[in-house]
């Protein structure tokens, strides 16, 4: 038998270890129940709802298992390690329309600041041929392709309901482009319901956007408001802006069917309209709730302006503005006015026509009354960043036989593809160059 005095001797540093464990035990399920209590008692009833799934606490568990809680990292956060999307579980169709035109400068801001936002995102593009088709090539790069429509444009022939609604004045190419434009936006409307219907899903939501739309910073998930369709404000024209729109799929749709709709505006006895007030006439006279909100985009234009613009007048933002742009005209420049400059010039300019927000320093302006200055390379480099001026480049420096496999490839990426073929696409923009 060991010895009595031994174990009694002993005993009270076992009973002492065995106090310290449980006393341990109990400060850690203390602190466990505090959180939790302080948790519920600061959030919202959807955060405590949410909290009930109990996702795991690092700090606790890294007392449990004997490790280090591990620092936060302090890596800047990319395209390919943003914050998980609220909207990532959604369906979402991005339908781009227009003449490719500096897509060389725009697409790849599409890709960066849109298309990759949304891991659920589909694209559609709708677009008509021409020398600069080819930069479409760019879009080889999209997560998802679901259908590319690039056709011949001929003229739309123009029915007594369209002349009577519609007005040529200030359309560069009368009632015609009106027409050209409202079948671009309606016909990836109806790209999409094909799609829709072959693959038997309804989309939850549908972004549109412009070719020619250089984004500055990413579309965020806080402009998707169920049941109201979001424009920019500015840029009007007495009308919605119309360069820009997202809603869900009901909203959306009306907001796309442009040329459908027409008749119904005819019978409500509206007449000369151009796109920006026709546009807001669909939305009104079908009851859908619109709202407008700063946006990061501007439309990039090789169109030349008289500056300073007057009070009807044109104004071409610099590419370089701090922004939100709108989709106010935009092009590479130096300003040529900036900070107590703009504010006199924006002041006496309509605020319900061409218009844009300019306080605060976020606007400066381009002389824009001639052609684009030397050296518009280098000032949207510097304004892009590494990676999208790289993507410039790499369309300056295709060449045909990379144009064609490429074009080759887009096309096995695409669900659906209805087009020339790539040799063509091609041929013509290197024709041009």
Known sequence: MKNPAKILTQFPKRALDLDW????????????????????????????AAFVSFPSFPPLKSIFSGHAAEAPSNRPVHAESRPANP??????AVCLVGGARRFELTGPSILERVLRVYQNS????????DANSYKFLLLNDAPKIAAVKIFKPTPIPETESQVRVL?????????????????????????????????????????????????SEPLGPENFVPGRYLVPPGSSYGGLNDRFGVGDYNTSVVALSRLSLIPQLDSAGLTQLNSETAFKAQLTTQQVVFAAKRLPFCIVTDRKYDFPPARFGVPV?????????????????????SET??????????????????RN??????????AWENGWEEL????????????????????????????????????????????????LGFKAV
Request: proline share 4%; glycine share 8%.
């Open 341 to 358: 400059c703009v504010g006199p010039i924006m002041s006496g300019l309509n605020k319900g026509w061409s218009w844009t927000e300019w």
């Open 122 to 129: 589909d694209l559609f593009l709708h677009s008509p041929l």
């Open 87 to 92: 909207l990532n579980g959604s369906r979402i």
């Open 167 to 215: 007005t040529a004045q200030n359309s560069p190419n009368g009632i015609q482009g009106l027409l050209q434009y409202f079948n671009l936006v309606e016909g990836c409307l109806t790209m999409i319901k094909a799609y829709q219907e072959k693959n038997n899903f309804t989309y939850d939501w549908i972004i549109r956007t412009r070719v020619d739309g250089y984004w």
């Open 317 to 337: 933002a610099a590419i370089s503005s701090m922004g939100p742009l709108s989709g106010a005209k935009c092009r590479p420049c130096r300003p040529a006015c």
């Open 21 to 48: 464990r449980i006393l341990t035990l109990i400060l850690i399920s203390v602190t466990f129940l505090t959180y939790v209590s302080l948790s519920s008692s600061s959030s919202s009833a959807s955060s405590a």
């Open 361 to 370: 320093d976020t606007l400066d302006l381009c002389d824009a009354h001639g």
């Open 380 to 427: 949207f480099d510097d304004v892009a960043g590494e990676n999208l001026a790289a993507d410039r480049k790499r369309i300056r420096a295709l060449d045909m036989g990379r144009c064609v496999d490429g074009f080759e490839e887009m096309k096995k990426r695409a669900a659906q593809w209805d087009g020339p073929t790539s040799a063509e696409i091609c041929r």
